[in-house]
């Protein structure tokens, strides 16, 4: 049997509980004990444990033990953790394990034990009912120690209960100084109860003893414990936990362990306390009559009640004691208050003397005035000597010091006395008595200065000499196993060496295919093929990495399993199997490729176009072992070749775009002028105005299409100018629509807010919207367009707060599914088998250029809004041409028309003749300028100027600006242009020009930009 103690030799409840284990199961020639202090109260850590594991390890190598009885925490968590290690299979009783709520037994295969629920509730109420008065409960425990951390979790259910009707201080983690302190200073009527102080929080290590007699002598109130040991320390009683009832509990466990009960059917037991026990000379102390007590109470420490004397002898006795109180009444008048004085002072006195001597510390004083030391006979006995024996003073200890260690101490010292030097702190060696040598820890602190100079010093020194040969002794443990390691090793390299003699040859060969075996592995981990090796039954033998990227299979997973099931490959276009390739090389006895169009479903699914080839694995002798395929991923370049030729597309688009858009919207313009001048006089009534005004809208969507065509293939900045939305979105709307199944309803804000947009651009927009709407309903229904002012916060992540015109475009259609709803803006995503993908991408672009937004909401078998935000603009509007008065034939100002096209020329003029301007025209730059410079001379200069952008083989407005400006750098210039993607067309201002106008324009267009100029200014 091994008991395995948390705690060391002499630690009252440690000796309790081995005597009441050893009391049932005594060493004899049937049981053979073994008992190992763990000593957790002066030394810890992971260092020290696993030190512990490795003497243990070596100490029960060749003799386990039967069973084993852990008494504490300490000793209990190191078996959960080592003992399948240490000694597999061996039972374990636990004893002094605290029950919890949450942990009722052991908790672990092949252990049992005795539960200790030492009930701290009820000495709390014992304390509470027999000091009625009680005000305050004070607590004292170190939660650092095991045991103290346990009790910690004990007390956050207990003090609840306590707390709504009497004050509570947990005094924990503290110093002994600050202990003393905090004890000091507890309120009146309170009562303490005393768990576990036996580490305080500079590390020293306190008995059980110790502890009771230090924390009574540091306060006036009662105190009360959980354990029968601190009873005769100080303490006035409690409920009590007995370690040897444990102990002899825990070793009846053992002995039927031993007579054949598995350890699985004997139960976990809980010990909790049977008996009250008190001090008899506390209760005196505190006037607690014996009647208060719980019956059956234990009173320790009672004197005698009866002895037998001499009659003769009571007779002197009575006469005497009336001589007695004569003389003690007299004494009592003279000396009261003296009496008193002496006995605050004896009490004081006896405390402090108990903390001395319950401390085993040495103290000492020194007084560098006169240089003179004291020494506490604490002090003098850990050395050996009575006390005073040897001198107290600075000389002598130095002398003490060993020689190794002095200039070290007295350095440190030193560096203490400087005014903002650390405290004193240091370990050294000290002569004992006997000529030995006792490792001390020394720490002191200066207590006293003037004018920073030390008067005075006082410090303790702790003897840690036991925690010195510890550290000797593991230090020897450690090189005894390094000694063990080292004969091991020098025994296993003799062994090495003659079976490298004896098996030379075959080392070598097995080197020479291990280093080929590498350096192949090494190859198929490093190249950016997948390689599957196979048997000649198309078995897999090997995969590397990217193969296992481009499958989804590990090498694990698909070794031994039939290659179809790994390399799942079909054609593209077919979606038929593709021929075995392992059979394939097998028949042809050759390399065999695998075309690019082949498909690999990969293990989740998902799929990749792979490029491979399969070739066969020969051995010495030709004949095939095996097949090895080789493929690639080319999903990604099938995808950048696509993309390539897209944009090349895209590219040529632009370029054909670019080509006609200036030709083709000079026609349109052309045609678009004398259906304006045909409209002129018409009476809006007449049929025939009808048909003009059709003709006309026409003209205009056959504009917007040559500038979706440029936009969707170059993009480009819009040509923004204020505008209201609401004529565009009524005829986008209707235009879109007709002919299908579907009809538009549109709810548009009265006064809706004019904004800075592209209308050619934002119209686009709404058209892509609406027909998408229209998409989404196949069985036919009404898209909703509705427009409305929005003063915005932050509803919008994507915008600024401010005024915004919101455009709704509401479907009742299938819906878009929650997958694809964060995708339907990327390009070339569509859900169609006949979609291209670029509508939405193109509307988001557009709108985004416009500093506006787009938001989605979509609920699938219901219906989709999106939602086009475009930011308010304060400037007026441009004045539609119904808003224009009739101003014909009123002098409105001189213009001087540029414009390579004869018949623009000549519509331009008679339109705006016809409104009352003053019109000559040119065909190009040098024309204009020299036109430009004679009205000068002549000193009619012209109002305003219209320049058009791109003139074939001459200059053109961009050239012929910079020209005016230097004439005339007033001049107010309108740029006109069929192709609106020119950078000047939408940064007018930044080359010179007061306006931008796109062709083809309405006249009423025209006009109102050369009033808005004739009014910003005054020739």
């Not at 699985?264 to 000379?281: C, G, S, W």
């Not at 709404?766 to 898209?783: F, I, K, Y």
Request: glycine share 8%.
């Amino acid at each position: 049997m091994l008991i395995l103690s948390s705690y060391n030799q002499g630690f009252e409840w440690t000796d309790d509980v081995i005597d009441g284990a050893l009391s049932v199961l005594p060493p004899d020639a049937d049981t053979d004990v073994h008992i190992e202090y763990m000593d957790t109260k002066r030394a810890s850590g992971e260092d020290y444990f696993d030190h512990l594991l490795e003497v243990y390890r070596i100490k029960y190598r060749s003799d386990p033990p039967d069973v084993i009885i852990a008494d504490e925490e300490d000793a209990y968590r190191f078996l959960v953790e080592h003992r399948d290690d240490l000694f597999p299979g061996a039972p374990v009783v636990v004893t002094g394990l605290n029950w919890r709520p949450d942990r009722t037994e052991p908790g672990y295969p092949g252990f049992t034990g005795v539960m200790e629920d030492y009930e701290i509730m009820r000495t709390i109420d014992l304390a509470l009912d027999l000091h009625p008065g009680t005000e305050h409960l004070v607590i004292v425990n170190d939660n650092i120690s095991m045991a103290g951390k346990e009790n910690d979790l004990l007390l956050k259910d207990i003090i609840p209960h306590y707390q709504n009707w009497i004050g509570i201080t947990e005094i924990k983690e503290r110093s002994l100084q600050d202990l003393g302190t905090a004890l000091e200073k507890i309120p009146e009527n309170s009562v303490v109860l005393l768990l576990t102080y036996n580490t305080d929080a500079d590390g020293r290590v306190f008995t059980y003893d110790e502890t009771a007699a230090l924390v009574t002598a540091m306060t006036d109130a009662p105190v009360y414990g959980v354990w029968d040991f601190y009873v005769g320390d100080g303490i006035v009683g409690g409920w009590m936990t007995r370690g040897c009832d444990q102990g002899m509990t825990g070793g009846e466990m053992a002995r039927a362990i031993l007579d054949g009960t598995p350890v699985e059917e004997i139960p976990a037991v809980v010990a909790t306390p049977q008996q009250a026990i008190f001090d008899y000379r506390q209760l005196l102390r505190f006037d607690i009559p014996e009647s208060a007590l719980p019956p059956e109470s234990t009173v320790l420490y009672r004197p005698d009640t009866t002895i037998e004397v001499p009659v003769q002898t009571l007779a002197v006795g009575g006469f005497m004691g009336l001589v007695l109180i004569g003389l003690l009444a007299t004494l009592v008048l003279t000396n009261r208050q003296l009496k008193g004085a002496e006995q605050r002072a004896r009490v004081n006195e006896e405390r402090l003397t108990m903390a001395l001597e319950a401390s085993k510390d040495g103290i000492w004083e020194w007084n560098l005035q006169d240089n003179t030391t004291y020494f506490s006979p604490t002090y003098y006995r850990m050395l050996g000597y009575e006390p005073g024996e040897f001198p107290s003073s600075f000389t002598t200890w130095e002398a003490m010091i060993h020689p190794d260690d002095l200039d070290q101490t007295i350095s440190r010292l030193r560096s203490a006395l400087e005014p903002e030097g650390p405290p004193y702190k240091t370990e050294f060696r000290l002569h004992t008595k006997e000529g030995g040598w006792r490792w001390v820890l020394g720490r002191g602190q200066v207590m006293e200065w003037q004018d920073g100079t030390p008067l005075r010093m006082v410090g303790t020194h702790v003897d840690i000499t036991e925690r010195k040969r510890t550290e000797l002794e593991l230090d020897i443990y450690r090189q005894h196993l390094e000694d063990l390691v080292g004969d091991r090793t020098a025994e296993l390299d003799r062994t090495i060496a003659d079976l490298q003699t004896e098996v030379r040859e075959r080392t070598a060969a097995e080197e020479r295919l291990a280093a080929e075996t590498e350096r192949l592995s090494v190859t198929l981990r490093s190249i950016g093929d997948g390689v599957i090796t196979t048997d000649t039954a198309g078995n897999i033998l090997l995969i590397n990495r990217a193969a296992e990227v481009i499958t989804g299979w590990s090498d694990a997973e698909a070794r031994g399993k039939a290659l179809s099931e790994v390399l799942r490959i079909f054609d593209e276009k077919s979606r038929t199997p593709v021929a075995d390739p392992v059979r394939k090389v097998m028949l042809e006895n050759a390399i065999v490729e695998i075309p690019d169009d082949t498909v690999l479903i990969r293990r989740d699914g998902t799929e990749r176009l792979i490029a491979d080839s399969a070739a066969p694995v020969r051995g010495s002798d030709s004949r095939i072992l095996g097949v090895v395929i080789v493929f690639r991923d080319v999903t990604g370049a099938r995808h950048a070749e696509e993309e390539r030729i897209r944009n090349q597309k895209l590219e040529s688009v632009g370029l054909l775009a670019g080509g006609i858009a200036h030709d083709f919207n000079n026609f349109l313009m052309a045609v678009l002028g004398n259906l304006q001048i045909a409209m002129d006089g018409v009476d809006p009534e007449e049929e025939r105005f009808g048909y003009l005004r059709e003709a006309e809208s026409a003209l205009f969507r056959a504009r917007d299409l040559t500038t979706q065509l440029l936009t969707f293939a170059r993009g480009g900045a819009p040509v923004r100018q204020s505008r209201r939305l609401e004529e565009m979105i009524r005829e986008t709307a209707t235009f879109t629509l007709r002919g299908s199944h579907t009809r538009a309803s549109c709810e548009i804000d009265e006064n809706l807010w004019p904004v800075d947009v592209d209308i050619g651009q934002i119209s686009q927009v709404v058209q892509n919207l609406v027909l998408n709407a229209s998409q989404a309903m196949p069985d036919g229904g009404t898209v909703t367009i509705r427009a409305r002012n929005r003063d915005l916060t932050d509803e919008v992540p994507d915008l600024p707060a401010g005024r915004y015109v919101a455009v709704e475009v509401i479907d009742t259609g299938v819906g878009i599914a929650s997958q694809n709803l964060q995708r339907i803006f990327d390009p070339y995503f569509t859900t169609r088998p006949d979609g291209r993908g670029l509508g939405l991408s193109s509307c988001l672009s557009i709108v985004r250029k416009h500093d506006g937004t787009i938001e989605v909401s979509s609920t699938p078998g219901e219906g989709t809004t999106f939602t086009v935000y475009l930011p308010a603009t304060e400037k007026p509007p441009i004045i539609e041409e119904s808003e224009i008065d009739d101003l014909a034939m009123t002098e409105r100002g001189r213009v001087l028309v540029m414009d390579d096209e004869h018949h623009i020329r000549d519509v331009i003029t008679v339109m705006l003749e016809k409104r009352g301007f003053s019109v000559d025209a040119v065909p190009d730059g040098e024309t204009a300028i020299t036109a430009y410079q004679r009205a000068i001379a002549e000193g009619k200069p012209y109002n305003s100027v219209i320049l058009d952008l791109t003139v074939p083989g001459g200059m053109g407005g961009r050239e012929a600006i910079f020209r005016l400006k230097e004439l005339d750098p007033s001049v107010r210039a309108i740029v006109s242009s069929g192709y609106s993607q020119d950078p000047v067309m939408a940064e007018y201002e930044a080359f010179g020009f007061a306006a931008a106008i796109q062709k083809p324009f309405r006249m009423s267009d025209l006009v109102a930009t050369l009033d808005r100029l004739a009014q910003n200014g005054q020739k």
